[in-house]
């Protein structure tokens, strides 16, 4: 797609986003708009009136109270603007909501066909919930002030052309060009905000990664050279940084700069072209319209800014979303009963017992759009099943398809002889999954195994047996209150693996499905690991791995050959 054509679609769907918002909360946004509205167009009547004021003065009319009335009117705005901020307000609270809540709804829907893209970098999640709703939000809001400056410069407009038409050419001409430049400058705002959030995006991910593999870079001595290429990347970004402030700030300027030339171009036509004829209460007139028409390219400046800044907001947020889809971005949130937070664990339900699993025509789909399968594999209850095969043959693609975490384009998966639907179904204490690159939370050894589960200590030291993870604990100083870290940062590779493991244990569940769970190991830890696991038939197991002592202790295995067609 060409910049312009990608242009206009980050338009239209922002503005489809910015339509739905206006109806999110109509009495908060419509009524205070109308506020806002009143607020904005006020001064065009204390223009009229400043009019009449200046004539009375010199025709000795009813100064005092045309006085009056305008300083009535500056007194309401006045008072009247908190009101508006108070009225309005409950808007943006529920705007950014909806937008928070369905990217978060996407990201953890249990239909994997409504799931979108996992966002995987932490530091790319916070300005994708906190400054990106945000952004579309103002633009909503910054739309009424917009329809006022619009309703501003017509009726200022087309009360100078009632004293003299070519004045009012005279304005408008600046204010037009104004906003012609403001639309040609538009599009270099938004493309270098893009190429300044994506250079960020980079900068924030390096330093994430380094921080989760301080061990690594350590022991590698590779922190001279980490340290060089982060300085390669903030280099970029202090680049981009500046580049996205300065055209951001260059369309107010510009509004700004022809918002002077408006004003100084209608009094000097003024004074030029009907100087003889204007009463005083005109050229006061002219003199307060000139000032407000000199607001309207900065507005309209303003306005070109924040929108390419929700363009931007929209097509970061449609990437997190299933197929890219706006309408998921939008889609209606009820309210949110509030509830006291439980207090204690959650009660673990009974496990049934040990299934039959059968895939039967199983076909699904990566990532990147290619088919895994067809694939037809039984287990019987309590068996061991290897999946193996090729790096990248799709292997992790199907196990989490079983698990209903990736799309399942055709096919059934039978638990003792019954279809059914994975993403509900595989769901503690029924399946757990240990992951290819475990995740890890920082709170304490006990909370990551237990989970908010209220297991039993002797379940739980059973599961750290089992899982060859007993001996981790001892070495920790402070045992299962040891806080792990940032992703559990304080446990290698192969010790995340096995707290991994007990934790698919903890909950006892009759089906465990595992991705590569021995990687990491060593040969005697793996040999220990299987040993433990596969003493108790009480369980159905489904990994995935090449290694041979794995192969060698399956009852079944099955080998992908590679995509379907």
């Known amino acids: 797609m060409t910049g312009r054509g990608r242009d ?3 338009r239209r769907a922002s503005w489809r986003v910015v339509r739905h918002l206006m109806g999110v909360r109509k009495p908060a ?11 904005m167009l006020a001064p065009l009547g204390v223009g009229l009136l400043l009019e009449r004021l200046f004539d009375a003065l010199r025709d000795g009319g009813p100064a005092l109270a045309l006085l009056a009335v305008i300083a009535g009117i500056e007194v309401g705005r006045a008072l009247g603007l908190p009101l508006v901020g108070w009225v309005f307000e409950p808007f943006w609270g529920h705007a950014e909501t909806v937008l928070r809540t369905n990217v978060l709804r996407a990201q953890l829907h249990p239909d994997p066909a409504r799931r979108g893209p996992a966002i995987t970098d932490a530091a790319a999640a916070m300005p994708l919930f906190r400054d990106d709703p945000e952004h579309l939000a103002r633009a909503t809001d910054m739309w009424l002030t917009l329809v006022a400056i619009g309703a501003i410069a ?11 038409p070519l004045v009012a050419v005279a304005v408008a001409v600046p204010l037009l060009l104004a906003s012609a430049a403001g639309h040609l400058l538009a599009p270099m705002v938004r493309d270098r905000r893009a190429a300044d959030r994506a250079v960020t995006g ?8 380094v921080f989760n593999t301080v061990t690594t870079v350590t022991t590698a ?11 390669r990347l903030c280099d970029r970004r202090r680049v981009t940084a500046v580049r996205s402030r300065v055209a951001t700030q260059l369309l107010p300027a510009v509004g700004a700069t022809t918002g002077d030339l408006a004003l100084a171009g209608g009094l000097l036509a003024a004074a030029l072209l009907v100087a003889d004829d204007l009463t005083t209460g005109q050229v006061a007139l002219l003199a307060y319209y000139a000032q407000l028409l000199a607001g309207v390219p900065r507005n309209w400046a303003a306005w070109l800014a924040i929108r390419r800044h929700a363009d931007v907001a929209v097509e970061r947020l449609r990437a997190a979303v299933a197929d890219g889809d706006v309408s998921r971005l ?14 204690g664990r959650h ?13 039967v025509g199983v076909v699904a789909r990566t990532p990147d759009g290619r088919r895994i399968g067809p694939v037809d594999l039984t287990i019987p209850a309590g068996g061991f099943a290897v999946v193996t095969g090729r790096v990248g043959v799709g292997k992790t693609t199907l196990v989490r398809a079983v698990l209903g975490l990736a799309p399942l384009v055709t096919g059934e998966i039978r638990w003792d002889g019954r279809a059914v639907d994975p993403a509900h179904w595989m769901t503690p204490p029924r399946a757990a999954y240990v992951a290819q690159v475990p995740t890890l939370f920082s709170e304490a050894l006990d909370d990551n195994l237990r989970l908010g589960w209220d297991v039993a200590d002797a379940d739980l030291e059973y599961a750290l047996e089992a899982a060859a993870a007993r001996e981790i604990v001892t070495t920790l100083e402070d045992g299962l209150d040891t806080r792990l870290g940032p992703r559990g940062i304080r446990l290698s ?6 707290v991994a493991a007990a934790r698919a244990l903890v909950a006892g569940s009759a089906l465990i499905i595992a991705d590569d769970l021995s990687a990491a190991l060593d040969a005697g830890t793996e040999a220990a690991l299987l040993d433990r696991l596969l003493a108790d038939r009480d369980r159905t197991m489904l990994v995935v791995s090449h290694r041979p002592a794995v192969l060698d202790r399956a009852d079944v295995v099955l080998h992908l050959d590679g995509p379907a067609d």
């Open 8 to 10: 206009l679609t980050d």
């Open 29 to 39: 946004y419509w009524g205070g708009g109308a506020m806002w509205w009143l607020f």
């Open 154 to 164: 017509l009726g200022a407009l087309a009360v100078i052309a009632r004293i003299d």
């Open 202 to 209: 980079e900068v924030t991910g390096f330093m994430g990664e």
């Open 221 to 231: 001595g590779a922190a001279p050279a980490l340290v060089r290429h982060l300085a």
């Open 330 to 343: 939008i889609e209606p949130v009820g309210p949110v009963p509030f509830s006291p937070p439980p207090v």
């Open 347 to 359: 009660p673990l339900p009974a496990a049934p017992p040990a299934p039959r699993l059968e895939l």
């Open 493 to 498: 590779g192969g010790q995340a693996h096995r």
